[in-house]
């Protein structure tokens, strides 16, 4: 409720109303009364701030930098494999880890993936085919669009 508060009225208003309901007397120049006042003036004066352009530019050179600062201690981290890897919180744990980057020369390599062939998978639903299993499938045979090539293709040959 506080916070709701200060964000919509303000520190000034808010307390003076707070202050009333408890019964305690606000004078407009005691101590209390000037920290609100100024409160509210800082507070004014950081949206301002905040919308200015040059502001921004700042913030957001400094939130770019932070994230330049956060990838580069991720590639040293990934680099020295700190990563979290399955099983090393496991019965071998307290054990000397074994890293596969360490000393390999794995840099740069990567697996190959294994293509799909037509004879991998179940035979299409629809026209018995292996190595698709929609029409949308130029090799199905019930795809409307190679029906109409084929179609084309006859007239063209006439």
């Known amino acids: 409720m506080v ?4 964000q919509s009225i303000g520190y000034r208003q808010f307390y003076a109303r707070v202050f ?34 040059s502001s921004k530019v ?5 939130h770019y930098r932070r994230l330049r600062e ?9 680099k020295k494999a700190f990563s979290y890897e399955s099983g090393m919180m496991g019965p071998a744990g307290g054990e000397e ?15 190959k993936r294994r293509r799909k ?10 026209c018995g085919i292996t190595g698709h299993s929609r029409t949308s499938h130029f090799e199905c045979l019930k795809n409307k669009k190679r029906k109409l090539a084929k179609c084309d293709a006859v007239i063209v040959g006439k």
């Open 97 to 111: 880890l074994i890293h596969p980057a360490e000393g390999k020369g794995t840099k740069g390599k990567k697996r």
């Open 117 to 126: 062939t037509a004879i991998d998978g179940p035979p299409c639903g629809h």
């Open 58 to 62: 700042s913030r957001m050179r400094d």
């Open 20 to 53: 009333e309901r408890t019964g305690i007397d606000i004078l407009e120049d005691d101590m209390t009364s000037l920290f609100l006042r100024k409160e509210d003036a800082d507070k004014l004066w950081r949206s301002v701030r905040r919308r200015k352009v």
């Open 3 to 6: 916070a709701v508060g200060l």
């Open 70 to 78: 956060g990838v580069k201690k991720l590639k040293a981290d990934n």
